[in-house]
């Protein structure tokens, strides 16, 4: 799937000095903090407890896939419609019934994979269909950071635009001259230098961190209410369906950070391991008032940015999590980083996954004077960038990306290796 890489800093296994690892574990955690929590705000859902199933979650998926997978669990954003609209009309007890069906759906795919194998893989997932999907992953959320970048409240501000900017030419600028210790950490840099500069634009609001206690503990829910344990089909109904669009992305972040860190993971530790740790995690997060968990582009990008692939790093980041969810002020601290930071900070991240698409391409002289390989590329970029969607009913949301990468899937299979017109 990926041919070896030797410019990792930190490869897979190997574990920084601690005061190094701190600082690129501190990296990870606020790279990934403003959409952990936002999924829970958006719903209704306690952002202590996401932050804490965030790095329970991972954890897990450390242990399942053996150590072996760099991967960080953040909130998905793929259920919050549902997810919102469970919360309002019956509340959490039917939102984490949704929740774990959406694990087991994972964890039956992953039973199956047991007897079928995995090598399918390769044959769906050839170099012309993997870099456009990886490309999309990418560029499909740069609306997201624009929109971060430029609006607040939906409203147009030019002083969330500079100081977006700002961030990101300090980004680049920490990732280019930046040496020894502090070279490792030019997200984090970022994100920090960003931050102060909001502050003298008065963008950043402190009193949540004035407000916060130093110590409270998440609000932990059950899906037993109150009134003891009730069935709700139409939960189950409305999120397991849901699956099908993260597995499709679980299999484009795996994708990745297979081509980024030189490692196929689909080989070792293979994908039923990975998705079994992924449904595990949300299964757990189910199980405490979290809501579902998934694989974060945003902690792919900094692995992409920094060279460093430890899953020591990575275990770190899921310790701070865990601990900061019982931290009320440092919680509430990184909760006001404004979205004019993470959007600037995030031009790059998205970006870089974006160039990773196009190295495999690149690698693998996939030729686009050949009509099949621009039939195949061209509908899965303009369709997962311009996020064409499928919606059935008010819950129910594949994704651009989802229909992107099943489309991909498809054209491959179906179409011949020769167009008829070149014969």
């Known amino acids: 799937m990926a041919t070896k890489q030797n410019n990792a800093i930190y490869d897979l296994y190997d574990k920084p000095p601690f005061f190094t690892w701190l600082g690129l574990s501190l990296q990870h955690l606020f790279s990934m903090f403003g959409a952990t929590v936002l999924v829970p705000l958006l719903v209704g859902l306690n952002p202590g407890v996401a ?17 072996k997978v760099p991967a960080y669990m953040g909130s998905s ?63 499909s959320l740069a609306s997201s950071a ?24 300090a980004t680049i600028a920490f990732n280019m ?64 369906p849901l699956a099908l669009v993260t597995l499709s992305e679980h299999l484009g972040h795996l994708m990745v950070l297979s081509k980024i860190t030189g ?81 600037g900070v995030g031009f790059m991240l998205y970006g870089v996954i974006a160039a990773a698409g196009l190295q495999v391409i690149v690698d693998n002289k996939v030729d686009y004077s050949q009509k099949r390989n621009l039939m195949i590329a061209a509908p899965i970029l303009v369709v997962g960038i311009g996020d064409f969607h499928l919606q059935l009913g008010a819950q129910v949301n594949f994704s651009g990306v989802a229909i992107a990468t099943l489309l991909g899937i498809v054209l491959n299979l179906i179409l011949p290796k020769i167009a008829a017109s070149e014969k």
């Open 77 to 139: 954003f793929a259920f919050i419609i549902p997810m919102a609209s469970l919360m309002k009309t019956i509340g959490y007890p039917a939102v984490a019934q949704g929740i774990i069906s959406v694990g087991l759906v994972y964890l039956i795919v992953a039973f199956i994979i047991t007897f079928t194998g995995t090598a399918w893989i390769d044959a769906i997932f050839p170099a012309e269909v993997v870099g456009p999907i990886i490309m999309v992953i990418g560029l």
């Open 263 to 343: 490692h196929d993971f689909f080989a070792n530790p293979g994908l039923k391991r990975t998705l079994t740790g992924d449904g595990t995690a949300s299964v757990v997060a189910g199980l405490i008032g979290g809501p579902a968990v998934t694989s974060y582009g945003e902690n792919i990008g900094v692995m992409q940015l920094s060279r460093v692939y430890s899953v020591w790093v990575i275990g770190g980041a899921a310790f701070f999590a865990i601990t900061f969810s019982f931290i009320g002020k440092l919680s509430a601290l990184i909760s006001t980083i404004p979205g004019a930071v993470t959007g």
């Open 177 to 240: 001259f930046l040496r020894g210790f502090l070279g490792l950490l030019p997200i984090l840099l970022g994100i920090i230098f960003g931050y102060v500069v909001a502050l003298l634009f008065g963008l950043v609001d402190l009193s949540p961190i004035a407000a916060a206690h130093w110590f409270q503990l998440p609000d932990y829910e059950t899906f037993i209410g109150k009134d003891g344990f009730k069935f709700y089909p139409a939960a189950i109904l409305s999120m397991a």
């Open 51 to 67: 932050l804490f199933t965030s790095g329970v979650g991972t954890l897990l998926h450390l242990l399942i896939t053996r150590g």
């Open 146 to 169: 624009a929109s971060s970048a430029t609006t607040v409240n939906g409203k147009y501000d030019w002083k969330i635009f500079v100081v977006a900017l700002i961030t990101l030419l």
